[in-house]
């Protein structure tokens, strides 16, 4: 959004710069409508991804390290965050194997969901 006035940073010498390492969150994420249809969970294990995904949005985490991580997420609520994040098309899951609970994770691009229509959480 395009401002009348100039912003200035409040610490200009601590001016966040883009690191080499590949981390982030697009703002599509707040302008498409789905944070209304995330819960605390859907927000920290897609947070959780986006910090530990590759360029191409790519990573692979074990559900036991994500819990070390993240002691405020059960297992069964990362497991039902992960469902919910896919119903909403933000992320894809790959398992290693059949009815394995680890796999591979890719971050999806904002652009590819469609929100219209998305329930909240599939029941």
Known sequence: MPMKK???PLLPTQVRKV???????DHALR???LMQQM????FGLYLFLALGADSKGLSCWRLDRMERFMPCFTRDQL???RDHLQHLGLISFKPWYESEP???YQVLPIS???TRGVS???M
């Open 6 to 8: 100039p912003l200035f």
């Open 19 to 25: 690191p080499r390492s590949f981390a982030w969150i």
């Open 31 to 33: 302008s498409s409508g």
């Open 39 to 42: 819960e605390p969970e859907d």
């Open 79 to 81: 497991w039902d965050a």
């Open 102 to 104: 680890d796999g591979i």
């Open 112 to 114: 590819r969901v469609k």
């Open 120 to 122: 909240r959480r599939p």
